[in-house]
């Protein structure tokens, strides 16, 4: 059975940071590039970041580049996004979805939600003074 489980969530104040994993079984993670994404109350979910199963590409949205850094550990099977420099409209419930993808197209495929085959169950994330 694959499970991505994500972790690390919680409540920070502004200006704070914090990592978030995503540790996957039954799926063997580095064949797949790895995005997280995250939805707020009452809002569409956005994508944020994802990276790619090879070659190391990572891809960002506008709202998160220069804040947030994903990274992958292949040996622990499990992909981060450290998020720095946190504002209150970071307040999200954040997941890590699975995409197979070949870096080739990532560019084309990454932003893409109903491209990914896995996703987790996601992880709160609250930024409040």
């Known amino acids: 059975q694959v499970q991505l489980v994500e972790s690390g969530g919680g409540l920070v104040q502004p200006g704070g940071s914090l990592r978030l994993s995503c540790a996957a079984s039954?799926?063997?993670?580095?064949?797949?590039?790895v995005g997280w994404f995250r939805q707020a109350p009452g809002k569409e979910r956005e994508v944020l970041s994802c990276i790619s199963s090879s070659d190391g590409s990572t891809y960002y949205a506008d709202s998160v580049k220069g804040r947030f850094t994903i990274s992958r550990d292949n040996a622990k099977n499990t992909v981060y996004l450290r998020m720095d420099t946190l504002k209150v409209e970071d307040t999200a419930v954040y997941y890590c979805?699975?995409?197979?993808?070949?870096?080739?197209?990532?560019?084309?495929?990454?932003?893409?939600?109903?491209?990914?085959?896995?996703w987790g169950q996601g992880t709160q994330v609250t930024v409040s003074s």
């Open positions: 979805a699975a995409l197979s993808s070949p870096d080739a197209l990532l560019h084309r495929l990454w932003a893409k939600g109903k491209e990914y085959d896995y």
């Open positions: 039954g799926l063997t993670l580095n064949y797949y590039a």
